[in-house]
Protein backbone atom coordinates (compact mmCIF):
# COMPACT_ATOMS: atom_id res chain seq x y z
CA UNK A 1 0.00 0.00 0.00
CA UNK A 2 2.55 2.47 1.06
CA UNK A 3 4.47 1.37 -2.13
CA UNK A 4 1.28 2.22 -4.48
CA UNK A 5 0.78 5.58 -2.42
CA UNK A 6 4.24 6.81 -3.04
CA UNK A 7 3.51 6.08 -7.18
CA UNK A 8 0.17 7.82 -6.69
CA UNK A 9 1.96 11.15 -5.27
CA UNK A 10 5.30 10.99 -7.20
CA UNK A 11 5.78 14.03 -9.16
CA UNK A 12 5.24 13.99 -12.42
CA UNK A 13 7.89 14.82 -14.98
CA UNK A 14 7.28 18.25 -15.98
CA UNK A 15 6.48 18.98 -19.79
CA UNK A 16 9.02 20.95 -21.64
CA UNK A 17 8.48 24.88 -21.75
CA UNK A 18 6.86 26.20 -24.23
CA UNK A 19 7.99 28.57 -26.73
CA UNK A 20 7.47 31.95 -26.48
CA UNK A 21 4.15 33.05 -28.67
CA UNK A 22 5.63 34.67 -31.82
CA UNK A 23 4.16 38.03 -32.82
CA UNK A 24 2.82 37.48 -35.85
CA UNK A 25 2.64 40.59 -37.75
CA UNK A 26 6.17 41.35 -37.01
CA UNK A 27 7.27 37.88 -37.75
CA UNK A 28 4.77 38.10 -41.14
CA UNK A 29 6.00 40.95 -42.26
CA UNK A 30 9.80 40.05 -42.11
CA UNK A 31 9.34 36.76 -44.08
CA UNK A 32 7.68 39.04 -46.61
CA UNK A 33 10.04 41.66 -46.83
CA UNK A 34 13.12 38.26 -47.09
CA UNK A 35 11.36 36.88 -49.24
CA UNK A 36 11.23 40.09 -51.57
CA UNK A 37 14.83 40.64 -51.23
CA UNK A 38 15.43 36.60 -52.54
CA UNK A 39 12.80 36.67 -55.14
CA UNK A 40 14.24 37.69 -58.78
CA UNK A 41 13.63 41.26 -59.98
CA UNK A 42 11.37 40.93 -63.06
CA UNK A 43 13.06 43.27 -65.89
CA UNK A 44 10.46 43.71 -68.42
CA UNK A 45 11.49 44.82 -71.63
CA UNK A 46 9.53 45.51 -75.08
CA UNK A 47 10.90 43.77 -78.60
CA UNK A 48 10.58 44.44 -82.22
CA UNK A 49 11.02 42.00 -84.59
CA UNK A 50 12.80 44.35 -87.51
CA UNK A 51 16.47 43.74 -88.14
CA UNK A 52 17.19 46.55 -86.31
CA UNK A 53 15.48 46.22 -83.29
CA UNK A 54 16.72 42.99 -83.15
CA UNK A 55 19.82 43.94 -82.68
CA UNK A 56 19.42 46.03 -80.06
CA UNK A 57 17.79 43.49 -78.32
CA UNK A 58 20.80 41.10 -78.58
CA UNK A 59 22.69 44.29 -77.56
CA UNK A 60 20.74 44.96 -74.56
CA UNK A 61 20.09 41.24 -73.28
CA UNK A 62 24.23 40.79 -73.80
CA UNK A 63 25.29 43.88 -71.66
CA UNK A 64 22.86 42.41 -68.40
CA UNK A 65 25.31 41.58 -65.88
CA UNK A 66 22.94 40.21 -63.09
CA UNK A 67 22.82 36.32 -62.62
CA UNK A 68 19.36 34.38 -63.54
CA UNK A 69 18.29 34.23 -59.72
CA UNK A 70 18.89 37.65 -59.61
CA UNK A 71 17.01 39.07 -62.47
CA UNK A 72 14.50 37.81 -64.43
CA UNK A 73 14.20 39.00 -68.25
CA UNK A 74 10.83 39.33 -69.48
CA UNK A 75 10.74 39.89 -72.82
CA UNK A 76 7.05 40.86 -74.46
CA UNK A 77 7.67 40.92 -78.14
CA UNK A 78 5.97 43.54 -80.38
CA UNK A 79 5.64 42.56 -84.17
CA UNK A 80 3.75 45.78 -85.24
CA UNK A 81 5.70 48.78 -86.26
CA UNK A 82 4.61 51.94 -84.62
CA UNK A 83 4.66 54.44 -87.60
CA UNK A 84 3.59 57.70 -85.29
CA UNK A 85 4.76 58.81 -82.05
CA UNK A 86 1.16 58.81 -80.40
CA UNK A 87 1.30 54.92 -81.48
CA UNK A 88 4.59 53.70 -79.39
CA UNK A 89 2.98 54.95 -76.42
CA UNK A 90 0.14 52.06 -76.70
CA UNK A 91 2.78 49.31 -76.06
CA UNK A 92 4.84 50.78 -73.56
CA UNK A 93 1.52 51.17 -71.42
CA UNK A 94 0.76 48.10 -72.01
CA UNK A 95 4.00 46.88 -71.44
CA UNK A 96 4.32 48.45 -67.70
CA UNK A 97 0.88 47.54 -67.09
CA UNK A 98 1.47 43.79 -67.93
CA UNK A 99 4.25 44.00 -64.83
CA UNK A 100 2.29 45.63 -62.52
CA UNK A 101 -0.93 43.33 -63.06
CA UNK A 102 0.82 39.95 -63.17
CA UNK A 103 3.49 40.21 -60.10
CA UNK A 104 2.48 39.43 -56.59
CA UNK A 105 0.88 42.43 -54.62
CA UNK A 106 4.07 44.49 -53.38
CA UNK A 107 6.49 43.33 -55.60
CA UNK A 108 8.62 45.39 -56.97
CA UNK A 109 9.06 44.97 -61.04
CA UNK A 110 11.68 46.29 -63.45
CA UNK A 111 10.78 48.22 -66.97
CA UNK A 112 13.60 49.29 -69.31
CA UNK A 113 14.14 50.48 -72.93
CA UNK A 114 16.16 48.58 -75.01
CA UNK A 115 18.67 51.40 -75.77
CA UNK A 116 19.64 50.87 -71.81
CA UNK A 117 23.00 49.13 -71.19
CA UNK A 118 23.95 47.60 -68.35
CA UNK A 119 28.02 47.92 -67.31
CA UNK A 120 27.21 46.05 -63.62
CA UNK A 121 24.83 44.29 -62.05
CA UNK A 122 21.82 46.01 -60.97
CA UNK A 123 19.76 43.88 -58.62
CA UNK A 124 21.40 45.06 -55.43
CA UNK A 125 20.69 48.82 -56.46
CA UNK A 126 16.93 48.24 -57.63
CA UNK A 127 16.62 46.88 -53.97
CA UNK A 128 17.97 49.26 -52.22
CA UNK A 129 16.38 52.32 -54.30
CA UNK A 130 12.99 50.81 -54.96
CA UNK A 131 12.54 47.48 -52.57
CA UNK A 132 13.80 48.59 -49.26
CA UNK A 133 12.62 52.54 -49.63
CA UNK A 134 9.36 53.15 -48.62
CA UNK A 135 8.35 54.70 -52.08
CA UNK A 136 6.35 52.97 -55.06
CA UNK A 137 8.20 53.89 -58.29
CA UNK A 138 12.00 55.23 -58.78
CA UNK A 139 12.54 56.73 -62.02
CA UNK A 140 15.80 57.22 -64.00
CA UNK A 141 17.09 60.68 -63.70
CA UNK A 142 16.46 62.64 -67.01
CA UNK A 143 19.29 64.82 -66.72
CA UNK A 144 22.55 64.54 -64.16
CA UNK A 145 21.61 68.26 -63.05
CA UNK A 146 17.43 68.19 -63.21
CA UNK A 147 15.13 66.00 -61.05
CA UNK A 148 13.19 65.83 -64.41
CA UNK A 149 12.45 62.06 -64.45
CA UNK A 150 13.09 59.98 -67.52
CA UNK A 151 11.06 56.74 -68.47
CA UNK A 152 13.44 54.66 -69.65
CA UNK A 153 13.90 52.77 -66.86
CA UNK A 154 11.76 52.24 -64.31
CA UNK A 155 11.31 50.51 -60.53
CA UNK A 156 7.71 50.05 -60.16
CA UNK A 157 5.87 48.37 -56.83
CA UNK A 158 3.15 46.10 -57.99
CA UNK A 159 0.11 48.52 -55.82
CA UNK A 160 -3.37 49.40 -57.02
CA UNK A 161 -2.55 53.45 -56.95
CA UNK A 162 0.54 52.85 -59.05
CA UNK A 163 -1.31 50.95 -62.04
CA UNK A 164 -3.89 53.60 -62.04
CA UNK A 165 -1.53 56.00 -62.34
CA UNK A 166 0.39 54.34 -65.08
CA UNK A 167 -3.11 53.46 -66.83
CA UNK A 168 -4.62 56.78 -66.67
CA UNK A 169 -0.75 58.45 -68.08
CA UNK A 170 -0.90 55.40 -70.88
CA UNK A 171 -4.83 56.60 -71.80
CA UNK A 172 -3.66 60.42 -71.91
CA UNK A 173 -0.60 59.43 -73.82
CA UNK A 174 -2.26 57.95 -76.25
CA UNK A 175 -5.44 59.97 -76.81
CA UNK A 176 -3.22 63.62 -76.26
CA UNK A 177 0.49 62.88 -77.78
CA UNK A 178 2.60 65.01 -79.54
CA UNK A 179 1.13 66.61 -81.97
CA UNK A 180 -2.41 66.13 -81.39
CA UNK A 181 -4.95 68.18 -80.58
CA UNK A 182 -5.16 69.31 -76.32
CA UNK A 183 -7.91 69.33 -74.77
CA UNK A 184 -7.30 71.11 -70.99
CA UNK A 185 -10.52 69.60 -69.89
CA UNK A 186 -8.80 66.07 -69.67
CA UNK A 187 -5.11 66.70 -69.90
CA UNK A 188 -3.85 70.34 -69.51
CA UNK A 189 -0.47 68.84 -70.64
CA UNK A 190 0.56 68.91 -74.37
CA UNK A 191 2.60 66.10 -75.24
CA UNK A 192 3.43 62.24 -74.17
CA UNK A 193 4.05 59.90 -71.65
CA UNK A 194 7.38 61.58 -70.31
CA UNK A 195 6.02 64.97 -70.14
CA UNK A 196 2.80 63.75 -68.86
CA UNK A 197 4.58 62.20 -65.71
CA UNK A 198 7.06 65.07 -64.96
CA UNK A 199 4.07 67.61 -64.86
CA UNK A 200 2.44 65.34 -62.57
CA UNK A 201 5.00 64.94 -60.12
CA UNK A 202 6.08 68.35 -60.17
CA UNK A 203 1.92 69.68 -60.05
CA UNK A 204 0.47 66.95 -58.44
CA UNK A 205 -3.23 69.26 -58.31
CA UNK A 206 -2.35 70.22 -62.20
CA UNK A 207 -3.54 66.14 -62.70
CA UNK A 208 -6.18 65.46 -60.28
CA UNK A 209 -6.56 62.73 -62.05
CA UNK A 210 -3.74 61.04 -61.45
CA UNK A 211 -3.54 59.18 -58.34
CA UNK A 212 -0.79 60.43 -55.68
CA UNK A 213 2.20 58.07 -55.59
CA UNK A 214 5.86 58.56 -53.90
CA UNK A 215 8.85 58.71 -55.83
CA UNK A 216 12.18 58.93 -55.94
CA UNK A 217 15.03 58.77 -58.40
Known amino acids: AAHAAAE ?5 AADPPAAAAPNNHEEAEEQEATTRRRRPIPLYFLAHTDNGSVAMRDAFVESVRDA ?3 VELREVT ?3 LQTTQKHRYGPKGELILKALTENPEGSVVVVSDLDIRWFRPVADIVRAYAVDRDVDVVFQRDEDWTLAVNLGFIAMRCTPAVREFFRNVANMAQRF ?5 LDARFNP ?3 GDQKIVNAA ?4 TRLPMLPHVRWGL
Do not use: M, S, W, Y
Not at 8 to 12: M, R
Not at 201 to 204: G, I, S, V
Open 8 to 12: ETAPQ
Open 68 to 70: ADA
Open 78 to 80: QTA
Open 177 to 181: AAGGK
Open 189 to 191: VKG
Open 201 to 204: LRHP
